[in-house]
């Protein structure tokens, strides 16, 4: 959560015991009482250092309103939440840098509300605004004036008075933990941490630092620098995504990021080609999980174009795709994980569960269940054809049979007997399973199967190479999701 705060500490209370009752919650890593320095100047400077060695979250002293001006243009606007102060005479503005056609000399003593319409006009939702204040008279007039010209009255107020820390300490704590807010964030730093891994490359590295393009036709060392700008630009088109208050929380806004994420992957093979230079892995295991990402990115942005992916998409699916779609741009080091993962991580259901044990008591079961459910759909959708079905190999039997039954799904819709009665029936099947086979594949991608000799019956034993995961990214995402993949009344059913 990045937190614009415009406060001049002109009231009774102490700076320092403003910000140490305002912000333990959020916080509270640090014992704020006994860490900040008394003086304006000091706080100003400190909780940006504290925040930043202390949190995810970021925080904006702006201590008088040419401050905020400077500081809200440098960020291009870019905050989550606000909190503002109502009197900044303490801090008087220049005349050369009031606001035009504002001569009121008096300007600084309300200045707070002027910002407060300047943020409401930029598109910065009131429901993310707070005036926190001690000109409790002035806040009452402010609201009052507002009614009588017909516009909404501020949503949300507090008094710089210890009766109104907590309720102010609960708002914050409701925002941090507000997933738009979250997904927000998360999506925004992602985007810009890897267009400056990006920009920051030297052009002679830039074939081998792009790997999505591995995938593609496409030669990177013909003309490198159009290639980095093509993928600045993609990546500026998704961080823009999210920029505007007004579009990520509406109803299609976590579907129409799919499309936008996915669509470089129309001319991607959703594999390594072969042809190329391979990119260089550290262990099998991050070679598999970068196959498995390309073919997850490919098999979404065809999902989507098809209306085989699910419209019921949450918070916590785009996070953990987008990561997927982040790390499948440019090369990094799988042994780090980077801060806007941790951001995005907030929204996922981490096990409480040590994933060491899980892995090596439970994950070969479960992966034996879910390739089951999966092969279950494909035997039955195929008896519906006259003639025997070829779904087309894949080195992986999961991700084979996950792509198959998109396949199979089309081959109904163009098939004129079957389609009147059995298209719309497994076009909806396969959207309500779309999300979790996407959870799936990325633990049947670690480990493949493997099918052994035929028992009896044509029936083939399965195994899965199964090794334990290193202290890596690859484990701070499996431990995050592995909760979605599955889920206990799956066990329940099955054990009984």
Not at 51 to 65: D, T
Not at 71 to 80: A, K, R, S
Not at 254 to 265: G, Y
Not at 390 to 415: A, C, P, Q, S, T
């Amino acid at each position: 959560m990045k937190i614009l705060w415009v406060e001049d500490f002109g009231g009774k209370l102490a700076a320092s015991k403003i910000a140490a009752e305002m912000l333990k919650g959020i916080l509270y890593k640090v014992n704020l009482g006994q860490v900040l320095k008394p003086g304006k100047t000091n706080i100003a400077r400190q909780l940006p250092e504290l925040f930043q060695k202390h949190s995810f979250h970021e925080i904006f002293v702006c201590r008088s309103y040419v401050e905020w001006k400077n500081t809200y243009e440098e960020q291009n606007g870019d905050f989550d939440i606000a909190l503002i102060d109502i009197n900044l005479e303490t801090s008087p503005t220049p005349i050369d840098a009031m606001p035009e056609g504002i001569e009121n000399r008096q300007f600084d003593k309300k200045a707070g509300f002027h910002i407060y319409h300047k943020l409401i006009k930029a598109g910065f939702p009131d429901d993310n605004i707070a005036f926190f204040t001690g000109e409790g008279h002035s806040l009452e007039e402010f609201t009052t004036y507002c009614g009588e010209i017909f516009l909404d009255r501020p949503k949300h107020c507090f008094e710089k008075d210890f009766l109104y820390f907590e309720q102010l300490r609960q708002w914050l704590a409701l925002k941090a933990s507000q997933e738009s807010l979250v997904l927000r964030r998360g999506i925004i730093e992602g985007c810009r941490f890897v267009k400056q891994r990006i920009e920051s490359t030297e052009q002679s590295a830039l074939e081998s630092g792009l790997i999505f393009y591995k995938t593609t036709t496409k030669n990177v060392a013909a003309d490198p620098e159009a290639f980095r700008q093509e993928a600045l630009d993609y990546l500026t088109k998704l961080e823009h995504f999210f920029l505007p208050h007004q579009s990520y929380d509406a109803a299609r806004s976590p579907f129409l990021f799919i499309r936008e994420l996915t669509a470089k992957w129309e001319a991607s093979s959703g594999a390594f080609i072969r042809g190329k230079d391979m990119p260089r892995f550290g262990t099998r295991l991050e070679e598999r999980f970068h196959s498995t990402a390309q073919f997850q990115m490919k098999l979404l942005r065809n999902w989507s174009e098809h209306n085989l992916l699910s419209a019921d998409l949450r918070p916590k699916d785009i996070a953990y795709l987008f990561m997927l779609a982040m790390r499948s741009w440019i090369a990094s080091d799988l042994g780090q994980v980077l801060r806007h993962e941790r951001i995005l991580s907030g929204l996922l259901m981490e096990s409480d569960k040590e994933l060491g044990k899980q892995i090596t008591h439970r994950l070969e079961y479960d992966l034996e269940q879910s390739y089951a459910r999966l092969n279950t759909l494909v035997v039955e959708m195929k008896k519906h054809f006259n003639e025997p079905v070829e779904i087309r190999r894949h080195d992986n039997y999961f991700l084979e049979k996950f792509k198959g039954v998109g396949d199979l799904v089309e081959m109904i819709r163009r098939d004129e007997y079957l389609r009147p009665t059995f298209y719309e029936f497994y076009r909806r099947k396969v959207r309500e399973q779309s999300v979790r086979l996407l959870y799936e594949s990325y633990w049947h991608g670690l480990f493949p199967l493997y099918l052994g000799k035929p028992l009896y019956a044509n029936l083939q034993s399965v195994g899965f190479n199964i090794e334990p995961l290193p202290e890596s990214f690859l484990s701070f995402l499996g431990q995050s999701i592995i909760s979605e993949c599955f889920r206990e009344e799956d066990r329940e059913v099955n054990v009984a």
